[in-house]
Every structure is written in C-alpha cells, then in structure tokens.
C-alpha cells in the first residue's frame, strides 16, 4: 500500500469541535455537556477516563431523558498513562469526542457514520487509515460484521487488522456489566515504519490511534461469563488532540494550537527551546493543564496526600520540578496555567470561575513544595560528602531522594556530575520498578469495587446526601451550593461552599432537620421534566448545558428537590439514623461534611 503525500492542512480547534458535534447532530444526537473531571458518588474511580463513564447507568439500561443518541465532548484524565507522557501522543487531561447509540443503532450504521465523518468531513485519505477489529476468543466470537463493513466500505484486507481482548475489547468498567469487541481507527502519521512488523497496534508513533467504536453487545458477570444482553448499545470515543494533530500535520499532539502557546510560555520563563528539551516541556505542558482543570473542577479537589488530591499533587510536583531544573522563576505556575485558562475558557467555563482557587493552590503547593526539594538538596550534598572512596550515589540514597524529597534522577545525576562522582543508576530503576508495580497493585485494587457502587448502603447515603444539602440550606441560609460529593458503603462526605467553620449548635441542627424527615417515612419521587419547569419549581443543581433539555429530579416531600440521576432509597424510612461525624474545611470558602447512617 503505498501512502498519500500528506497536504498540509490547518485546521483551528474550534473549527473541529463544531464540525464534529454539527456532523452527529444533523444525525440526530442530542448535545450534552461534559460531566465533571471527578464522578459523582462513584468511589470505584478517581477520575472520569472516558466519555461513557458519566453514562453509565444509561448503558446499563436507565432511560436517557434527552433520547437514544447522544453526542459531546468530555473532559477526561487518565493516570495510567503518566509514564508514556512524553511522547508524541499521550496525555494525562485529554478532551473526548464521544456519541452514543444507547439501544437505537448497532455496527453497520456507526462504523458507516464514522467512515463518513473521516473520509467525507475530514477528508482524511482513505489510504492513511487502518482498522482493527476483535480476532476472536473462547468467549466471543471474531467480530466478522465490522469487518465485512469496513471493506463493503472500500477498505483493503491489508487496511485491516485483527487482534484480541487486550487490544479490541472495551470493558466492563468495573468487574461486572456492559463490554464488547471495539473497532479501533488509526491514521498513519508518515513517518518510516520502525520494523518490518510495524503494525497499528506497534508504539513507534507511525500510527495514531484515534478512534474506538465499543459494541457494547455482551453482559460480564460476577463468575466470569458472558453473555449477550438484549439491549447493544455503541459507545464511540475519539481523541480530541490526536485528531487535531492529525488535521495539522502536526508530528505531535504538542505541536497543536491547543499546546503551542502553553510551549511558549515555558520557553520565555525557561530561556529554553523546545526543541532542545521536547521530553520535560512536555510534561510540563501535559501535567499544568491537568492540574489547572482538576482545579479548575467546581469539586474544589486540592493536593493532598489522598485520592484525587495525591494524583493532583504529584502532577503539580513534577511539573515543578522540571520547571526548576530549568530555572524558571518563582510562580512559574501560576503563569502557566493562566495561559491555560485563557485558552479553555470558552468551552469550559468553570476554569474563569474557578481562575484564584487554581491560582492560589498553585502557590501554595510551590511554597511547600519548594521547601522539601531544598531540604532534599541539603541532605543529597551530605550524601555526597560522606561518599568517601565509594564514588558512587548507592541506589537507595537516590530513590529516597526521588521518593521523599521529589528529586528526579536527572537532578541527583547533575549534582553528582558536578562533584565528579556517579550514580547507581540501574539500582534506581530497579527500585523504581518495585515501588511502580506495588502502586499499580494498590491502583487495581481501587478500581476492583467495579462501577459506582449501588448497593443498599450507598444508595441510602445518596438520599442522606440530598437531605444533608437540604438541611444545610435550612439552617444556614439557601446561598450555599454543593461542590463535590462523594459516597461508600460506610459513609458520605460532602462538599460546599461556605465561609467559616459550623457552630456545634448548626451542626445538630442540620442533623436533627434530616433524622426528622427521615422519621416523617416520606417516599423519595422520581420525574422527569424540562429545565425550564425545573427553574421554576425551585429544583436544587447545576444549570448548564450539562442536563440538556430534559432532566431527571429526586423530590423528597416539601424538603428536597434536586437534579440527579440516582439512584435512591424509596422511602426516607429506610434510612435509620443520621450522624454527622466531622465537620472541616478543604479549601477557602469550602467546606466538607462527613456522616454516616447507623
Ligand atoms: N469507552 C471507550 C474508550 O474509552 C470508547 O469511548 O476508548
């Protein structure tokens, strides 16, 4: 197959946002906004890693109150590739086109949409993509429909590739529930082949992956089985950035418009070229706009030592650290992520909303931060000074530094350098890889509760969180507003904006507003209504574009009525005893709650 001379094509950002939400609108999805960065009442996850997972409950068969074809962008961070950012096209933040047939739909007509988007919208050359699709196994057979499609299509056999459950199996999310063979696209970026073998699914950079379409026609069970379900949905996710890349001719996702002026600002902070020092300028760039929208998320996640805010506090230090090694000045930061502001803020207003909160944490985690990695210095120059005839950085003084005081192994190999000694540097990496394998056990082990949990427990501490946002708009006046929530089988925790510590007499106040509803065995009423009615009744949430036109609402009698997706108790009866067990403050102007039932 010989490939296209490339032309070189410019096209804008926004250009790209319109042309592909316009292509499945004029097919009949409904826009959605993008949910938050941080799932709602899910403690299986940290963070939202791809367009389906705020639509979860629709896969699973809950009706959609905007239909059965939806379309959006979504904001999504994936750590698990922190270690392959750097190269030419992964990211930790990443923007995801996704569109949805949820039971409408199946194989022939989205692969035939996606065909259409690519070759007739985009114009991309039939002959730069290749597919792949599922080869088979002895759970599922080789998926011969998206095959035969493909190449009623035009594509060559040579155009597709067949692969197994590793490459070309999407799901469950969790241990159980909706998966499928997927078919995924890739554009072939030009460049020479690595090897002989070099294929779609080879890592070289030749071929982008760009597009997955999820036939999500199996259901996985606790035992291991699948089985076909009645309902097949299509999730389809395609990567923002690496298309955009692709329309530019871009060599890299970094050489795009979304990352061009982020790449400059650090050159005119560093005095340093981008070219000379690719790999750190992409980390930086990669790790400040993750952290400047995980920040930037209304949940008012700040660095900390746990969860969302240890994931955030390591991107925010390593991008620091680059950013020192480089000389940047103080409040290096803070510029940048200004720059990102600026750049999203269209598209995502909670960045200009949430513009000092990102400011300010970013400040404060430099101050800390920047008093460990000097107290780090002091003692990698003892090291050093000890060493007598040894000459060599022993492994663990280096990993120590690298694990408590953030050194990378660039700093302590410069520092030697310039005491002429040297370092283990294998005994690091070995180090390394033992510490990297006990995290990835720890981060399975996290994402091993499966899918939000909906067992009794958390479904009774959701309708406890709504009657809790209640009783503290009772008792401390309605102007308060939730900013995150987060629930498991033992207890709630709750986020919102208020500016000082609660009195004792305030928090039992609100304890004993939601234990008398919970004694008033009043049933928790599910509808369905329009936006406008919701405004007009009074409904508790957020109004954006998020909801669409149709929303779903959780009405507690007089007390609570609230935008949600559920699921809840059916009668505050239900619930037994409601206990608040602390009162702190996460953030300025925020406050968090956390209780339990008993
Ligand atoms: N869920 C699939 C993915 O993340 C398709 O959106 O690739």
């Known amino acids: 197959m010989t490939t296209t001379k490339k032309e070189v094509i410019n096209m804008k950002a926004s250009e790209l946002r319109k042309l592909y939400l316009d292509f499945y609108k004029e097919k009949d999805h409904k826009e959605i906004g993008s949910g938050s960065l941080i799932p709602d009442n899910d403690p299986s996850v940290l ?45 930790t933040f990443f923007e995801m086109m996704g569109n949805w047939s949820l039971g409408d739909y199946f194989k022939e007509k989205s692969i035939t949409m996606t065909n259409e988007f690519l070759l007739d919208v985009l114009k991309i050359p039939q002959d730069r993509i290749s597919v792949s699709v599922f080869s088979g196994d002895e759970t599922a057979p080789r998926d011969e429909e998206s095959a035969r499609v493909w190449k009623e299509l ?36 030009g460049q020479e082949k690595c090897s002989d073998d070099c294929q779609p699914s080879c890592n070289c950079g030749k071929y982008f992956e760009i597009w997955n379409n999820v036939f999500m026609e199996y259901n996985k069970d606790a035992d291991g089985n699948y ?8 999730d389809t996710g395609v990567g923002f950035e690496r298309v955009l890349a692709v329309m530019n001719n871009a060599a890299s996702v970094y050489e795009t418009e979304l990352f061009i002026p982020i790449i400059k600002k650090i050159e005119e902070l560093t005095g340093t070229k981008y070219e000379e020092k690719a790999y750190q300028y992409r ?71 949430n513009h000092d909160f990102i400011l300010t944490q970013l400040e404060k985690e430099e101050k800390v931060f920047g008093r460990t990695l000097a107290k780090g210095l002091k003692i990698a120059r003892k090291i050093i000074d000890n060493l007598g005839d040894a000459k060599t950085i022993a492994a663990e003084d280096v990993f120590r530094l690298y694990e408590t005081y953030g050194f990378p192994l660039e700093f302590t190999e410069e520092l030697a350098e310039e005491k002429g000694v040297s370092v283990d540097i294998d005994g690091f990496h070995r180090l390394f890889a033992e510490h990297q394998e006990k995290s990835r056990q720890g981060a399975a082990q996290k994402f091993k509760g499966g899918l939000a949990d909906s067992s009794g427990d958390t479904t009774k501490l959701h309708t406890a969180t709504h009657l809790l946002n209640a009783a503290l708009r009772e008792v401390l006046g309605g102007d308060i507003y939730q900013r995150g929530s987060n629930i498991n089988p033992e207890r709630l925790r709750f986020d919102f904006s208020f500016d000082r510590k609660l009195t004792d007499e305030e ?28 405004e007009e009744k009074g409904v508790v949430g957020v109004f954006g574009d998020k909801y669409g036109e149709r929303v779903k609402v959780y009405t507690v009698g007089p007390y609570s009525k609230e935008i949600c997706g559920g699921p809840h108790a059916k009668n505050t009866g239900d619930l037994g005893t409601f206990k608040i067990m602390k009162e702190e403050s996460v953030a300025a102007g925020v406050r968090r709650i956390k209780a339990k039932l008993t």
């Open 283 to 353: 980390i930086i760039a990669d790790h400040m706009r993750s952290a400047t929208f995980v920040l930037g998320d209304d949940k008012a996640v700040v660095p900390s030592n746990v969860d969302q805010g240890y994931v955030l506090r390591r991107l925010i230090r390593r991008a620091y650290r680059y950013l020192v090694q480089m000389n940047a000045p103080e409040n290096a930061m803070c510029q940048i992520a200004e720059v990102i502001i600026a750049k999203y803020s269209d598209n995502y207003p909670e960045l200009a909303r």
């Open 507 to 534: 928090l039992k106040a609100a304890e004993n507003f939601v234990n008398k509803v919970i004694a008033e065995k009043i049933d928790v009423v599910y509808e369905e209504m329009s936006v406008k009615e919701a």
């Open 154 to 189: 035009g594509y060559h056999d040579e155009q597709i590739f067949y692969y197994g459950k590793k490459e070309n199996w999407w799901g469950p999310a969790g241990q159980t529930g909706p998966c499928g063979p997927d078919t995924e696209i890739f554009v072939d970026i």
């Open 227 to 234: 089985e076909k379900m009645a309902i097949q949905n299509v």
């Open 47 to 91: 963070f939202t890693t791809a367009g389906m997972h705020p639509l979860v409950p629709y896969l699973l068969g809950e009706k959609h109150p905007l239909g059965k074809r939806l379309v959006n962008f979504q904001k999504c961070l994936r750590t698990g590739d922190i270690d392959e950012v750097g190269d030419t096209s992964h990211l």
